[in-house]
């Protein structure tokens, strides 16, 4: 699986947007972007997933560069309940086994 | 609120001991998962289960077994309890039989002392 690099924190004001970037530049043709996050000793949870297009949801739009080098989730208005781990992730579908694997992700603070 | 849910919520049992840890996946996902997160490892796969059958085993020690019940719900039991077990345990769900859109519970954290 392709290695992802994330920036180990960012604040954002509550109600902007919110810009999580992800650098996985070693990922190949078949692999795919997950976003997952995980409030404080809560399950992590799913938010979004893509392979090339840009993909959006009720919870955020994924955006992917053309050459999928680098991708980012973008949460539209941020509010304190977004305050959480963020994690990037890049898996190949076709892979035998479906287990998660979280690196160190971007602890996102919402500031009121 | 993911739809899966696990029971107990907190359990606090001595070494050696041994405790069985439930979760019931969302209504109509086949797969059940299995993951440990102690605060020095972070996050890891123990085991996998679809439809009553092991799917895929990761770290998971001798001492732990799962299975998956025909109603779907899944227990783990972890067994001779050590102080290391201590961690939060959470169980996900997914529609296929493998994927990465999991859905995760509250989790139990277990305290062995």
């Known amino acids: 699986d392709a290695k992802t690099t994330q920036p180990p924190s960012m604040d954002c004001a509550e109600g902007r947007a919110a810009n999580l970037p992800c650098n996985h530049s070693?990922?190949?043709?078949?692999?795919?972007v997950y976003w997952y996050r995980q409030i404080h000793s809560q399950g992590p949870q799913y938010i979004i997933h893509?392979?090339?297009n840009n993909e959006t949801n009720e919870m955020a739009s994924l955006i992917i560069t053309e050459d999928r080098k680098s991708s980012t989730l973008i949460l539209p208005h941020a509010t304190l309940r977004d305050t959480a781990v963020y994690y990037c992730i890049v898996r190949w579908a076709g892979a035998g086994s479906y287990q998660l694997t979280f690196g160190k992700g971007t602890k996102l603070s919402v500031i009121p | 609120d993911s739809g899966v849910t696990q029971t107990p919520k907190h359990l606090i049992t001595a070494t050696g001991q041994r405790v069985t840890l439930r979760c019931s996946p969302r209504?109509?996902?086949?797969?059940v998962y299995w993951y440990q997160q102690s605060l020095d490892q972070g996050l890891q796969f123990l085991i996998q289960y679809y439809n009553g059958e092991e799917r895929a085993k990761g770290n998971i020690l001798e001492r732990f077994s799962a299975q998956q019940f025909p109603d779907l719900h899944s227990e783990l039991n972890l067994s001779s309890l050590e102080l290391g077990d201590s961690a939060l345990y959470f169980c996900?769900?997914?529609?296929?039989?493998?994927?990465?859109?999991?859905?995760f519970g509250p989790g139990t954290r277990l305290t062995v002392t």
């Open positions: 070693t990922i190949s043709g078949n692999e795919y």
């Open positions: 893509g392979l090339k």
């Open positions: 209504s109509g996902d086949l797969s």
């Open positions: 996900a769900s997914s529609a296929l039989a493998g994927s990465y859109e999991q859905y």
